[in-house]
């Protein structure tokens, strides 16, 4: 990045390679619509370049990525009103056709209750789980500290426990 | 250690992260049956987590991008001759001044619109929500308190009667969960001074320190100057949790 801050504009498509995948399943997890998500990774490229010069060299560079990309999804909120039904469809992906009923189930139930859970505790546990971000990572894009951070994840994962169980009651019943 | 202190060590054990405290860890849920259960059922659904299948995007967007880039890199060369004009300090001055005065303009001719009937029919809805919040607030039932809480979100920012309920939950009520979701729900409220006072001094009387870490959160999100008292006298504690404390003093710097 800190090419393209100096005016390597062409060295942008080497972090668009490394980062244009997890940066997408990200926005997937928030906001549960792959073509709005697809327009908000082209949207944080985009200001990457726009604002480039904000980028602090000293900073990692996926915790100045997540903070765009926060921005972008709080904008793309405002702009459309919330689509707060997430679409409880199947992802397509060829690993879950060679897995066994049982665990397609699960996960399946599992993607049900991360979309019933609150926006900023879906955030945590996509960025600490999924995106694999260390807590430092997690808390400079947040703006707090690392215990604070392991105490919001412990939270976010009992709160989709909770629905989970829940969830799985009711299919029972 | 206790159980709210090996609560806030459970994400660095799912993680396989503990060290230091390991051995304390291991000693605490050896002799706890709540915790352990807790950890164990919590940690299967980290692990479920993990193996959550990715998703692709669609070819399209690497072109798009590739598109995008070309086209900025090629206005960018072509901005530094034909525009130059716009950067003058004098222009852009002359803009906000006009965009400032449209803005303005604009806000008065919207105001002062509203429609009678949708206002009154709002008004019944809010009275119908805070009375379920309220009645919900007061049961014996832990998960129904919680969705009384819950039910405190929906009452317009001005209701008095659940912010003090809800103030009343986050001090006393005797599960640690509701008094968290309390909290959160707290945020709602965090224009109206009584709210924010409230939370301050709620700080004081918390032993739990997750609760502890939800208010200064809150605390720090609405930049509460007035709150600076009780975050000094926890952030110099010496009883408190060292993570507390630690936020305690991240916090002070803050809203400082």
Same mark, same amino acid.
């Given at each position: ?20 995948? %997890? ?33 602090? %060299? ?28 997430? %679409? ?29 859970? %609150? ?55 | ?11 660095? #054990? ?51 991008? #590739? ?40 806000? #008065? ?41 819950? #039910? ?105």
């Amino acid at each position: 990045m800190q090419a393209v801050r100096e005016g390597d504009l062409g060295a942008l498509a080497v972090l668009f390679e490394r980062h244009h995948r %997890p940066l997408f399943n990200y926005f997937v997890h928030m906001n549960g619509n792959r073509d709005l998500s697809e327009d908000l990774v082209q949207d944080v490229f985009m200001r990457m370049l726009k604002y480039r010069q904000s980028y602090q %060299p000293d900073r990692a560079f996926a915790a100045w990525m997540y903070q765009i990309a926060r921005n972008a999804q709080a904008d793309s909120i405002g702009k459309r009103k919330l689509e707060i039904a997430m %679409p409880e469809r199947e992802f397509a992906s060829a690993n879950v056709m060679e897995e066994n009923l049982k665990r397609r189930q699960e996960i399946s139930l599992l993607k049900k209750a991360m979309s019933r859970l %609150p926006e900023d505790k879906r955030e945590l546990l996509v960025l600490s789980r999924f995106q694999n971000l260390k807590y430092d990572e997690i808390g400079a894009i947040l703006g707090c500290d690392v215990g604070a951070v392991k105490v919001r994840v412990y939270r976010a994962v009992k709160a989709l426990g909770q629905i989970y169980f829940e969830l799985s009651g009711e299919r029972a019943s | 250690m206790n159980c709210e202190q090996a609560r806030t060590q459970f994400v660095d #054990y799912w993680r396989g992260t503990l060290d230091d405290s390991r051995a304390e860890f291991d000693a605490h849920l050896a002799g706890c049956e709540r915790c352990r259960a807790e950890a164990e059922d919590l940690k299967d659904m980290w692990a479920t987590l993990g193996t959550m299948p990715e998703e692709d995007p669609s070819l399209r967007m690497r072109s798009r991008f #590739y598109d995008s880039l070309r086209e900025f890199r090629a206005r960018e060369a072509g901005k530094r001759h034909a525009f130059a004009w716009l950067r003058h300090p004098a222009f852009q001055a002359a803009a906000a001044v006009l965009i400032l005065a449209a803005g303005i303009g604009s806000g #008065y001719f919207l105001r002062g619109r509203e429609i009678s009937e949708v206002s009154q029919l709002r008004g019944e809805m809010d009275n119908m929500r805070q009375l379920v919040a309220l009645s919900l607030l007061q049961q014996q039932n832990a998960s129904d308190r919680l969705r009384g809480v819950s #039910y405190a979100y929906r009452v317009e920012p001005d209701d008095s009667q659940v912010l003090s309920a809800l103030l009343s939950t986050v001090n006393h009520d005797s599960n640690v969960d509701v008094r968290l979701a309390a909290v959160d729900a707290m945020r709602k409220f965090t224009d109206n001074p009584v709210g924010r006072n409230g939370l301050a001094q709620a700080l004081g009387k918390q032993d739990s320190p997750l609760v502890q870490i939800a208010i200064l959160d809150e605390i720090v999100e609405t930049r509460d100057k007035s709150a600076l008292s009780s975050v000094k006298a926890l952030a110099a504690n010496q009883d408190a949790n060292p993570e507390v404390k630690q936020h305690a003093q991240w916090a002070l710097r803050q809203i400082q």
